[in-house]
């Protein structure tokens, strides 16, 4: 399929109608009919096919899918799929990675996707001297476990390191705590550790004189972390009767207080994740993982703080940066049985896990800038409820060409509630 797509830059992109939209991703050989049919949810994941994904399968429960536009990612135009049922976030992303371009748009770069699967050794003896003898035979475990998946061993990953903890302030005392580091490539990783975590117990214990309890992958994968960046020009800031300064220091001001306060950061960082949760759940990744290691990561720094930074350069232009755990994949899992993210991943055109991580952490950053400007402005409310109102209006029954008309007059009235809008409903359905 040949693709002549012609940027990320889509002016009056939500001023056409679905099926429009849908022409589009179409005739600029991003997706094929087929893929398409799979967003409809015509016949994208039957509940047929989730009964062999989960237990106890009822039906399929599916979020909206929307498209963020003008992301330029590490100079590449990216339009990244969003499954989000919250107002304003992909409004918000979109806006961000507009003001973004004139300053390069975001560069983003990934490290090597090692995993650490982690085997609590108990019943040790003589921690020092099991320390000892992991260490003499480290190469010789990390041999036993290189051809336990001969195909990521082609593709260039298998196990790298094997590292020794002692954990001596615990409600069971002292323990040994070993970490496999293991590159899993294109994949999130977790089936791959767990068996190599599983096929080594045997000679631990015989090492060490100890027990193997648990053996199991950590979300906290700080050895596999992506950071994204970008600078917004001065001169994209200004809006209303706000100056460029007033936008750009307000920002700052706002990420200062996530910075110092674990009760701002909590918030702040979950401003992060609802852009970093939607790309990664419109392509059947794991965002639980992604959620924990992210939460644990923001503890690095000895409490609970911004995953994000901003500032302001020499030029006085405002740069942010952000830095998190990402273990996604692109095989495996849900990803390659789930119809419709195998369609989020194809719009992207991406062809790596590292590229996906790229993206999802641009969008991360475009998210918390989008929250840090409205709350640093005209607050979060404002254009938050204009969104929302759609969704009252919807809670009130109305359909069709109602809802736009019901959301305009709550909107103009500022009454936004599903009271009001049954009200509405109810007089304008009379006249009909």
Known sequence: MKRNFNGSRQPGFYKLSLAQRQAKLEEYGLLTPEDLA???GKPGLTPEKANHMIENVVGVHALPLGIALNFLINGRDVLVPMAVEEPSVVAGASFMAKLARAGGGFTAQASAPEMIGQMQVLDISDHAAAEQAILAHKTELLADIA???????????????????????????????????????????????????????????????????????????????????????????????????????????????????????????????????????????????????????????????????????????????????????????????????????????????????????????????????????????????????????MAAGAESELIEKITQQMIAEKAVRVDRAEELLREWSDHE
């Open 147 to 393: 051809e336990i998946d001969p195909i990521l061993k082609k593709l260039g990953g298998g196990p790298r390191d094997l590292e020794v903890r002692i954990i001596e302030q615990s409600p069971l005392g002292t323990f040994m705590v070993l970490h496999l580091i293991y590159d899993v490539r294109d994949a999130m990783g977790a089936n791959a550790v767990n068996t190599a975590c599983e096929r080594l117990s045997a000679k631990v214990e015989t090492l060490t004189g100890g027990r193997v309890h648990l053996r199991i992958l950590s979300n906290l994968a700080d050895r596999r972390l992506v950071q994204a960046t970008c600078r917004i020009s001065l001169s994209e800031l200004s809006f209303g009767d706000f100056s460029a300064e007033q936008v750009r220091d307000g920002i700052i001001e706002a990420w200062a207080f996530a910075e110092a306060d674990p009760y701002r950061a909590a918030t702040h960082n979950k401003g992060i994740m609802n852009g970093v949760d939607a790309v990664v759940i419109a392509t059947g990744n794991d965002w639980r993982a992604i959620e924990a290691g992210a939460h644990a990561y923001a503890v690095q720094k000895g409490r609970y703080s911004s995953l994000s930074n901003w500032g302001k350069d020499e030029k006085g232009d405002l740069v942010g940066s952000l830095e998190m755990p990402m273990a996604v994949g692109i095989v495996g899992g849900a990803t390659k049985v789930h119809p419709s993210a195998q369609a989020a991943l194809k719009l992207m055109d991406v062809s790596t896990a590292s590229e996906l991580a790229e993206i999802i952490a641009a969008v991360g950053l475009a998210q918390n800038l989008a929250a840090l400007r409205a709350l640093a402005t005209e607050g979060i409310q404002r254009g938050h409820m204009n969104l929302h109102a759609r969704q009252v209006a």
């Open 38 to 40: 799979a967003l409809t």
